[in-house]
Structures are given as C-alpha cells and as structure tokens.
C-alpha cells in the first residue's frame, strides 16, 4: 500500500492540509481551513475530482478546525487507512534545529518557545500539533522546519553588524525562510543538470505572495534574502523588504506610529500593493500595466529590480554558477517577470528563450535559457512532498 503522510500547515488564521503520497508527491486530497477566528470560517477541499466547501461555525478555531478535517478524512476510508504519519511545517526552528525532527514534550515546548521571533506562527503550530495528537494519536508526528535548510550560512553571512550580544542572549541574527521550497528546487536542478548536488553553484528564486532567493554554493545555502523574519529582502506581494531600518523610528517618532502600525505597514500595505495601491497579485498587476496603468508598472518594476540586484550579489557569492532558478507561484507562471529580470543580466551571461519562457507555467517545470546562456530553469515547488518525504524519515528512521 502507499505511505502516505497528512501534512499540516497551521498559520495564524488558516490551516492548509494535504495527504501526500511520500513516493511520488501527489496529493490525492487537499484542502484548506481559513477565517479561523473570524467571521464566515470555512473549509474548502478537493478530493482530484471535485472541490467542496464546508461552513464551520464564526470564529472556530484551529482546534475546531482540525476536527472538521478529521471529519473530513473519515469520509475517504482507503486514504485515512493509508496515513502512517502527520508531517507539520513549523516557520520558525531558531538555532536549535538544523533538521526535522520527531515531535515530543520537549520538541514542541521548544517550537513554543520560539514564539516571541514568530509570533504569528509558531503560536498556531503549536496549537495545530496538539489538536493533531488529539485527533491522530496513533500516528507518528514531525516537524519540518522552514529555517532548517539555512543553518549552513556562515556566521559571517547571517549576523547583522549590531552589538554581538544581541545575537548571543536574544538570537537577533538572519534565520531564512521557504527553506523546503528552496532544498526542493534545487535539488529537481541538479537533477535536471545531471549533476550530484555537491557540485551545483545555484541561486533559487521563490516568487509568491511572500519571496525569497537563496545562494546555494556546492550544494549548501551560503546566503538567503529573508531575515530574522520574513519581512527582510524582496518586494513581496504586500511586504517591503529591504528598507533603511531608520524608517521604522521615523514612523515612530515623526509620524506617530505605534510599533503594531509599523508592523501593519511593513507586512501588510507594502510591497506590491504599497506601490501600485492597486492589488498584491503579479497577474492583476500585468493586465494593468498593460492597459497603461503606471503605478502597475512600477510596482512590478520595482519588483524586478530588486530581484536583479540579489541575482547580481548572489552571483559574487556562489562562484561559476550553474544554474538560476525561478519558483513559486510568480516564479512558476510569470513570464514577464522571468523576462524582465534576464533581460538586465545579460551582461553576466544569462539569456532567456523566448518561446521556452512563454510556455513554462501551469506546474510545469524546464529549462527556459537559449544555448548561449547559464542554465536557467522554472521549477514547480513541492513544499508538501519535501515535508511528507522527510516525516517519512524522521518518524521511522527510513
Ligand atoms: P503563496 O506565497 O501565498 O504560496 P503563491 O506561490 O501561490 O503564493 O504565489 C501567488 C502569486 O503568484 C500571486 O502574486 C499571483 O499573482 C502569482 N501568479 C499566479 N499565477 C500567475 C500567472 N499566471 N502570471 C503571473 N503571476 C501569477
């Protein structure tokens, strides 16, 4: 029979589940809780064939939530009979851990722990982990985390020039995030090279509603946008990324801002959105442009050269690249944005095929560079199979 894991995804407000089959990543049923705690919370599934909604009642919680997914899986006998574990993508592991591990007392009082440097998730996470111990207290539990796969950054890389002690007693230093999106991508490119992945030089770019790039060098991640939070690096769809940390204290103390409104602004009303006060989506963002809108424009270019700059100081660090790579739901399908970007590093020998880069989206993945480029990919992610193959491991030693 297929090993197949549930894989749980708990945030603040909603709860994304899959089951996911640990040998090939397939998804025979996904779904997703949301408004948790809000008025109209509800689940939506799909089954492969047809898609459902389930009203909860207002404000149900993650606990609540969990039930109604428990319920749900009753309902499909042959995949409930084949889950042998659930597998729980946790934000935040601080230092403490380098790798998955298998959830116990003293693992999840530590993911508790965390919570003061992810406050809007680590909190959930705990919660979804205890509701899921509940609600399958005959499986095996893991968490995978998305700061794992950063843990080879080089001291040097990830301090920030502040005084040491605030990284020693307060751990202020830059963590990294999407690290199972990032370890899927590139290990698919060194596939797609024919290459062992020890001797790959690569740069992955995860272009979502949140965005990160990630410097790989022989295989391990030497550097990465995302900082001490996810709010570091990259436009993002309504984040800011980088900004002069000056700003936050002249909105402080010029302007009046609470350190909530701050926070509001710079996670919530910035990035894409912020700039074109239009929408934080890429593909509104692209018709609009097109129409002439030019606050669209700029948003999106602003958006590309932000990208470009990181691709440029990525390629300083990493050394002969192998391969760049574009991921994520703006990475996987905007071929204008994949165009943009190359098209200004031309320069340092990236060039894309028009025709390649207009047909990769909708989950396919390829190489999109012409014959006189460094290899340039679209890879689709698969942040489920890397959490469902990894729970595999670390709940059976396999
Ligand atoms: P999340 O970070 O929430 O998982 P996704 O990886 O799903 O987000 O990415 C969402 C982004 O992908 C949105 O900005 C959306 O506009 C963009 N996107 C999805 N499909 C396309 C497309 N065909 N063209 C351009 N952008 C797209």
């Keep these: 029979m297929n090993q197949r894991v549930l894989v749980l995804n708990c945030g603040s407000s909603s ?59 009753m309902q499909f006998t042959e995949l409930r009979s084949s889950l042998v ?24 009082q530590a993911i508790g722990d965390m919570a003061q440097m992810a406050p809007l998730h680590n909190p959930a996470q705990v919660a979804g982990i205890e509701s899921a111990q509940a609600a399958f207290a005959q499986l095996p539990q893991v968490a995978v985390f998305d700061t794992a796969f950063f843990q080879t950054i080089p001291q040097h890389a990830y301090l920030y020039a502040l005084p040491y002690n605030l990284y020693e007693h307060h751990g202020i230093r830059k963590y990294g995030f999407h690290g199972s999106s990032h370890y899927f991508v590139s ?48 436009v993002m769809g309504t984040r800011c990324g980088d900004i002069d940390p000056s700003i936050t204290t002249f909105l402080m103390e010029q302007l009046g801002y609470s350190a909530a409104q701050v926070n509001a602004l710079m996670n919530k009303q910035s990035g894409l959105q912020g700039i074109s ?26 958006f590309v050269y932000r990208l470009v700059k990181y691709i440029g100081s990525y390629l300083a660090v990493v050394g002969p690249l192998d391969a760049l790579i574009f991921t994520g739901g703006i990475g996987e399908n905007s071929s204008y944005i994949r165009q943009q970007t190359i098209a ?55």
């Design 85 to 108: 574990a659930v597998g729980h993508r946790v934000v935040h592991g601080g230092e403490k851990f380098t790798h998955s591990c298998l959830i116990d007392d003293r693992v999840k």
């Design 344 to 398: 200004q590093l031309a320069h340092l020998g990236l060039h894309i095929d028009d025709k390649a880069n207009k047909d990769m989206r909708f989950g396919r993945s390829g190489l999109i560079s012409n014959e006189d480029s460094k290899s340039i990919f679209a890879i689709a992610t698969n942040e489920e199979w890397v959490i469902a193959q990894d729970t595999i491991k670390y709940a059976f030693n396999a």
């Design 187 to 234: 290990r698919q490119a060194a596939k797609l090279l024919n290459k062992d992945i020890e001797h790959c030089n690569l740069i992955t770019a995860h272009l979502g509603n949140g965005c990160s790039i990630a410097a790989i060098k022989q295989g391990k991640a030497v550097d990465t946008s995302m900082g001490f939070t996810p709010l570091e690096g990259l």
């Design 15 to 73: 709860i994304k589940f899959a089951i996911i089959d640990a040998a090939n990543g397939e998804a025979p049923l996904q779904g997703i809780a949301e408004n948790l705690a809000a008025s109209h919370s509800q689940v939506r599934y799909t089954d492969g064939q047809n898609k459902h909604t389930i009203n909860l009642e207002d404000k149900a919680d993650h606990k609540h939530a969990l039930e109604a997914i428990g319920r749900i899986l």
């Design 277 to 302: 006060q239009i929408s934080n989506d890429c593909r509104t963002l692209e018709s609009e442009q097109e129409k002439g809108n030019e606050r669209a424009k700029l948003a999106l270019d602003m």
